[in-house]
């Protein structure tokens, strides 16, 4: 156990390359008898040295691991060891481990370990010169399978890494949770995280004939993104499906349906502490004239997908109240006086079935009976001059009054004050949708992010991009060098990261030069995750 913890000390310093020297005299604590305090240990300082190289030649560049325990099983030290995509920001413990071991299946699930390496019958046990000279060979093995880096890809990197941009490649099979090892826990206050969402966040199958959507890695990544949120990191989805407002909605209700909406601020609200307060009032046959019409515009925009600035709009004229309906019409906002929208519709059956209980239990009315009252008494009560509206002029500040008044917190009352998802145009004449965190820029993905760190979070130091098309990632990567290049941005850290879609999932149109090249640059940063997992199956 004692000669474990050393190794792991080797471990966690020999990539920063320091002298191996200090322990040669350590002393095991386990000796007894005799000389017990002064006899050192049998490892010389060439195998140490021979250790050491292995590893840096392994890595290309530094890295270090900082939660390891003497109990972790030899198979994940030597993972450990192989994995020389890890850069010095990394911070692997066993559980990551763990993963990148399962990444590719059961193939390499536990990597084969030398006799020279491990004692028999105590894994993670170190006892000799042999059991380092066993993983200086491992090593030598990895470094001399063939690699896609060339010189000049190296040269490329250097060149990066002055601008302040790199590349990684991630295991296919890997979950989302992967990423938890990209990110430096002490940067997390100027760290900000975008993703793209189909089959980096989401993945699908066909179950049954019927296509069935769930997270990209499941209860993990769930995990990993709600720790996200915990840190306060900043993080966006930037989709490339078209910059509509249905295009974000349906993101957003994607996003409900698997559980990690609130991850990005579109988790549904609760209503009812609202509804409840308005079934307080009591039947609507005692509600004074106004109370009853802050009644109905609230029921109308909990119901409908309409917005508090919609209720201005609707006709008196054409409202049509039924017990169990209720349909109206909305005037144009930049047409004529008879301009009118189409017909739309609420059914008595589309209302949330806690409303109608929590209503008919307090009033003894239902959301249309509610709104047949009304239109019934606004009719009654409008003169020959009033102007063709269901709702007074007011309406929005007294709704707003009564969602402050139910203790609905502001961001929640914004839902329905204002539309949230909007469609912009930004610079270059690049349109975009967004809602909340997530935003919808077809192919211009690029323009998408600088515009969030400049309005959504310009104190971001250090940018990670992930997506499952080599293309946009190669593509986002190239516009922040350049951006670094001409003094654009300052001090920011950008790192772009390639997710190839899981096992069954489509490869999306690519340019063969632009993967190419990723790879090459990710090797050349010892980066390439996918490269290095297939590297320690092969041993």
Not at 67 to 78: A, F, G, H, K, R
Not at 181 to 190: G, K, M, N, R, W
Not at 245 to 256: G, K
Not at 287 to 294: R, S
Request: glycine share 6%.
């Amino acid at each position: 156990e004692y000669m474990g913890e050393l190794f792991l000390k080797l471990l966690r310093t020999s990539g920063r390359q320091h002298s191996m020297r200090r322990f040669v005299g350590a002393r095991s604590p386990a000796k007894k008898g005799p000389g017990a305090e002064t006899e050192d240990l049998e490892i010389s300082v060439d195998a140490l040295k021979r250790a050491n190289l292995a590893l840096v030649r392994a890595q290309e560049r530094t890295h270090r691991v900082a939660s390891l325990d003497t109990q972790v099983q030899v198979s994940l030290i030597n993972a450990a060891l192989a994995a020389n995509d890890l850069d010095a920001r990394f911070s692997v413990g066993v559980e990551t481990l763990r993963a990148l071991l399962c990444a590719h299946g059961a193939s390499i699930a536990v990597p084969p370990a030398s006799p020279s390496v491990v004692a028999a019958s105590r894994p993670a046990v170190f006892t000799s010169e042999a059991a380092f000279e066993g993983l200086a060979e491992a090593h030598e093995q990895v470094v001399s399978l063939p690699s896609p880096t060339s010189a000049a890809a190296h040269q490329q990197a250097l060149a990066y890494d002055a601008l302040g941009c790199k590349l990684s490649i991630l295991p296919r099979n890997a979950s989302l949770a992967i990423v938890s090892s990209l990110i430096d826990p002490l940067e997390c206050d100027t760290m900000a995280v975008v993703f793209d969402f189909d089959q980096t966040i989401s993945c699908n199958a066909l179950v049954d004939g019927k296509r069935v959507y769930g997270l990209r890695g499941s209860d993990s990544a769930m995990k990993f993104l709600f720790e996200l949120r915990a840190h306060c990191v900043e993080r966006f989805i930037v989709t490339g499906a078209p910059p509509t407002v249905p295009s974000v909605q349906t993101i957003a209700q994607t996003l409900q349906r698997l559980g990690v909406a609130a991850v990005f601020d579109v988790a549904p609200v609760d209503w009812l502490p609202v509804i409840t307060l308005l079934g307080s009032w009591g039947p609507d046959s005692t509600l004074e004239a106004a109370k009853l019409e802050t009644k109905a515009a609230v029921l109308l925009l909990l119901c409908t997908q309409r917005f508090a600035p919609d209720l201005a709009r609707i006709g008196l004229s054409n409202a049509v109240a039924a017990a169990d309906s209720f349909a109206f019409r909305l005037a144009s906002t930049g047409g004529g006086a008879d301009d009118w929208s189409a017909l739309q519709r609420l059914s008595g059956a589309s209302v949330p079935a806690a409303f109608t209980a929590t209503l008919e239990h307090l009033s003894g009315q239902g959301v249309c009976a509610t709104l047949e009252t009304f239109v019934v008494t606004r009719a009654a009560a409008a003169g020959a001059s009033t102007p063709d509206r269901l709702f007074a002029a007011d309406i929005v500040e007294r709704v707003q009054e009564l969602f402050a008044a139910a203790g609905l917190d502001n961001a929640d009352a914004a839902l329905k004050l204002s539309d949230p998802a909007q469609t912009a145009t930004i610079a270059d004449g690049v349109r975009i949708a967004r809602l909340q965190r997530i935003v919808a820029s077809a192919y211009n993905k690029p323009e998408a992010i600088q515009h969030l760190l400049e309005t959504r979070a310009p104190h971001t130091r250090s940018l990670l991009f992930i997506d499952d098309n080599s293309d946009n990632v190669f593509k986002v990567f190239l516009h922040f060098a350049d951006l670094a290049r001409h003094g654009v941005t300052h001090n920011l850290s950008v790192h772009c990261v390639w997710f190839p879609p899981p096992a069954g999932g489509k490869d999306e149109d690519h340019s063969a030069d632009f993967r190419a090249e990723l790879t090459a640059l990710a090797c050349a940063w010892g980066t390439n995750l996918e490269w290095n997992l297939d590297a320690l199956a092969a041993i």
